[in-house]
């Protein structure tokens, strides 16, 4: 098939390996008239950009991205934007020794299943750098909503273990912290542990946690199309994504009905909800409060530790990764879990556009 | 937009209402040559029948699936497979009292504000009785994946915080428990429980976990329609979902890498795994391992006791919420779950037959 | 595949088979409340029943509408518009002499080769008499059409050669002619000649000519979905359509450009053309003149004159059909060619919705 | 919406401006394990480059292609192809004379109307440089299908009314010629005819022929994704063609069926027809026999001489169009063409495999 491409009205097609000669994507489906530059996107780029925070892996690229479409005069035409990025620190030699040997918990060996052939060097397309298209398309996307006045504060909740229950004000709050963490304890706790499995030759997981701000109600489509199942899928479109939940999620299984309902209220002549147990959506359209939830992101698979394994003929033997790798990608993971969830609520703010008969004979006033 | 159309290849689209004349599915893609009658699809149907278990609601409908196109002398010509049900039993005057005032946790709100409109009958498009259209479907998806070995076993792991740890063998442990849970130990007291819960005009919650077997590696598309993608899409549209993981899921966020992987091992000249972490897949395919996922479900928002909420004026009222409805939707969720996962295993099934170059040749022999 | 759906944002998902025991139509994606009720549909229908004009089949159907969903107190809700014709005059028997025997410019051989079975009774799914679904599609779409004031006028332009050079002002002027020639004249001929077709147990062809009133300005998207690109699709998914031309059409490759250009003008303060060449479409996108198409039709293939040809094990054969067929197709596909554009201008209709970021804003002002 | 990208299982994202930095295509859905080098698609974009023939632009690019991802060591890897070309010849300030004039025939004032906003650099993005990245992606269609024995032979039929009965047998017989037209004599009247039209600043249309050979049976989908129906999408997605017909085309619409009907045979124990009405296609099917398709294309509306026209405030005014632009577009274009047949051929291709549940069956073998 395919499977680079996401989205609806504001469709994504992303390319691009880890060691080929660049990365990029293509967005169909921007309005046209939003002021656009490089450095709107740049901005988010850096934020994921390796050793953007000192637990992160030590390969060095700038991640400079280029607009080769789409913009003209500082401004969107409608048209395809086209960005890349240039590749300039591939170190493919690092691969050449797991070139025939299946590394766990990666997708070296379906890869080879599927396709009989693969890109070894970094992963190839499986490799997080592919995420890098993410965060550019997240980036626009991001600037769309923020016309409407719809803002993110996305943050890792939880490393290895170390939790947070501080809820951030700010964005500030959360990109000052090294692991993206609007609370400096537990970042501090969690920083030192991580130190601790770097030595170990270890890795960890983490939860991220997005909340999303001034969602107008009846976004999302009711059937297949519903708002929390297009985010399910694209925060699970992640490669390291194990879990994803929305409000009170998992815990609410153990809820009777009358705790877990939130009741509605007038609040100052706005319906409003006293609790938020559904994080923001019901029926699959929103509701007009905060948009809330996680993604459980497994440990970094590639670890420096010796490991047992087969290779490509099915022989078992061990292997010892090299190179330069996350032990935790949770912090970097912050920006693209807020640029998936912002691609997806563009895509469906579109579509709710023609919901009524009445939206689409006023915009259509006769000529 | 729309949003009752699932797939790419194995489409679906769905339509009906609660209180409406019937409800149906048109599936088209279902390849050509398939042996297919009505009773193939009856027989999950029933599983899902409204008082299919005790802890039901107490409408009465036979559901009875009738074949209008595509099944031509016993088996499919490759053409839309249209299916309906006619409902029987509908009793919109329970619902009257409640056309103008938002259920708590319902949609009611949401649709309101979206189409300016909505069918209050029981929920309309957004009531539970929707999934008889995907469960029909997933039933003729179940019979393609049977023809190349692919069997599920789903069942209910948790209700009202009651779990089992039991993994089930054969469908027959699943669905002769009232519950359909295989355990009778834990579903005698899930079902006390749940006793007092309809005592006290409540309701409950819980977990219900699918296992596939048999299916071959590398379904699933790398970047946007990975298995796992699909899957949480699928999973997540179903209206009372909060959570998904797959493999260990949450859980895996709080280990190290080392205890996450699971290693490679030559089983008998075929490869294989030591654990499965993963839930069977890795990079967004599958890797040869059973799948593994689990849905969580909210407690049934539709409770007898008194609530407060407001009404289509943005009044405060109260609400007493009055008809036939089940205190726990976990059992008859059960063959839902295992409906879409079916679907979304079918769609990605064939995209995988294109993946490489020889097969196309392989298919396309010389004339 | 699939291959019955069409549309992105206005979705039909159409299914049945001449001998089967329903044929319908599931259309996703109508905007709420927009009124709606079966007499809408029924009249156009009525349009291309087999009978509505002495040069059709003699198959008696009624082809009453049933609205299965989707509409609730008489305005369409936003969900899915399940619509349903029942088969009442089903005469298989008709077919099993040609069971085996592949009818010459008909489906037979290739439903065959595809699928290695098919159903035999009047062409199954490939019957003219699938195109019922998309002429009640069609009277919806035109319905939201004229909300914003959208006329059609299509009509036979060309009968077996007979052809007119009126131009319709009225639909009265068109459906009260008994082949939907709004030229009484010619019609006469041409009627003339098809009588002495029937006799001759041979068939004709024709062509027809829609034109669309009232379209604003910009409808059509840039590349590859741009109007003509869609009319185009929409009308050569008819069976029979062997050629499509808009404006000019074939002719504009032999004149010049300063011939073929339309030059701008200003009519009364409001841009418009001096002449329609383009056929109303500029770059993809409606240029505000009247849109206007053309649309050929292969005459019958199913002729009662003994044929040669081969059965279903390649042995060579002859064959003489029998049953009830249409000497001329064409007065009956007005409705459908009509209904196709409608459906295709809807489509894309609301996908111009949110071309500009201005429109986006203005529609989700502030809270 | 968006409108750039094409296909469903081989699907083409394209991207880029005439006067921009670059253009693309970003390629989803290749098959792994194809040989594929950047030779294989300059090849094909030589054949429509600027300057290519004498009667095209005189702007002077290289249009060298660089394949930025999906292929490692000389072979295909079934992740997403991208493509790029930059653009080395951009003359922008030859349009800043019209910048607010809307030049007639031309996109201007749709694209003005539709965004509110235009990059009128050379058209921008409706320029027939756009058709760059549709010749790159068919070079890659064509590779697929060359592996099955697929051929294409796409000429000049038609050139300013100038029109050749001769078929060609070889790609050798149509580029050889300088019109490619293979048909020396009627193509020196037409280059003689080009001539005077260059000198009186006029312009010229045609008509391109395609045949596709070897293309298995079977091949289209039966309702909306028809194999005609997607093929006259495809070419009509071409800004300046204004018809398409396929086999007989519009002159079937004047013959009667017995004429028109193809007669099946056996020809030395394969099936196949005596004429080819059809054009290869039966009930939206390849039938087996050659695909053939004409597509008619207006005359460059880009012409010298002195036009009457509107600007962007709606006055009348008049307009001298310079810079470079082909007085006959039709040479150049038929390499286009045949890519969209490439590329829609290609996902009919691949969604043709699991038609039958045999199929299925056979590529999943038990494991």
Redesign the interface.
């Known amino acids: 098939?395919?499977?680079?491409?996401?989205g609806?009205?504001?469709?994504i097609?992303?390319?691009?390996?880890s060691h080929?000669?660049?990365?990029?994507v293509?967005i169909?489906?921007c309005?046209?008239?939003?002021d656009l530059c490089e450095e709107d996107i740049q901005k988010d780029l850096n934020l994921r950009k390796p050793g953007s925070n000192k637990f992160g892996t030590s390969r060095k690229e700038s991640d400079a991205v280029?607009i080769?479409?789409?913009v003209?005069e500082g401004?969107?035409?409608?048209?395809?934007?086209?960005l890349?990025v240039y590749n300039e620190n591939q170190k493919s030699s690092d691969y050449t020794n797991i070139k025939n040997i299946?590394r766990?918990?990666?997708?070296d060996?379906?890869?080879q299943?599927?396709?009989?052939?693969?890109?070894y060097?970094g992963g190839?397309?499986?490799s997080g750098r592919?995420t890098l298209s993410r965060v550019a398309a997240g980036a626009v996307a991001k600037k769309?909503l923020s016309?409407?006045?719809i803002e993110f504060l996305t943050y890792s909740k939880?490393i290895?273990?170390f939790s947070t229950n501080k809820t951030p004000k700010t964005r500030d709050e959360i990109f000052s912290d090294q692991l993206y963490m609007p609370d400096s304890e537990v970042s501090l706790k969690a920083a030192e542990y991580l130190k601790k499995?770097v030595e170990d030759h270890?890795?960890?997981?983490?939860?991220v946690e997005c909340i999303i701000k001034?969602v107008?109600?009846?976004i999302?489509?009711?059937?297949?199309?519903?708002l929390?199942?297009?985010?399910?899928?694209?925060?699970?479109?992640l490669?390291a994504?194990?879990?994803?939940?929305?409000?009170?999620?998992?815990a609410?299984?153990?809820?009777?009905?009358?705790?877990?309902?939130?009741?509605?209220?007038?609040n100052s002549?706005?319906?409003s909800k006293k609790t938020n147990?559904?994080?923001g959506i019901?029926?699959?359209?929103?509701?007009?409060s905060d948009i809330i939830f996680r993604a459980?992101?497994?440990?970094?698979?590639?670890?420096f530790?010796k490991?047992?394994?087969?290779d490509i003929n099915?022989?078992?033997t061990e292997i010892e990764i090299k190179g330069r790798h996350d032990p935790i990608i949770v912090p970097r993971a912050v920006i693209v879990v807020e640029a998936m969830a912002a691609i997806t609520l563009t895509d469906?703010?579109?579509?709710?556009?023609?919901?009524?008969?009445?939206?689409?004979?006023n915009?259509?006033k006769?000529?």
Chains 1, 2, 3, 4 share one sequence.
Not at 8 to 11: A, I, R, Y
Not at 252 to 266: E, H, M, R, T, Y
Not at 349 to 357: A, D, P, Q, Y
Request: net charge neutral.
């Open positions: 098939m395919s499977g680079s491409i996401l609806k009205n504001f469709q097609s992303t390319w691009g390996e080929g000669s660049a990365l990029g293509v169909d489906g309005p046209a008239g939003l280029h080769l479409s789409g003209f401004k969107t035409t409608g048209t395809p934007i086209s890349v299946f766990p918990s990666h997708a060996y379906t890869f299943s599927k396709y009989g052939f693969r890109d060097r190839g397309r499986s592919e769309i016309e409407i006045g939880e290895a273990g499995c270890d890795s960890a997981g983490g939860i001034g107008p109600v009846g999302g489509e009711t059937v297949f199309d519903k929390d199942s297009a985010l399910a899928k694209a925060i699970f479109s490669g994504v194990k879990g994803f939940e929305i409000g009170t999620g998992f609410s299984a153990k809820l009777k009905g009358s705790q877990n309902n939130d009741q509605f209220i007038n002549g706005r319906i147990n559904s994080g019901l029926g699959g359209m929103s509701d007009g459980a992101f497994k440990p970094t698979p590639s670890i530790k490991q047992t394994t087969v099915g022989n078992e469906l703010l579109f579509s709710n556009m023609f919901s009524k008969i009445d939206s689409v004979k915009f259509y006769p000529l």
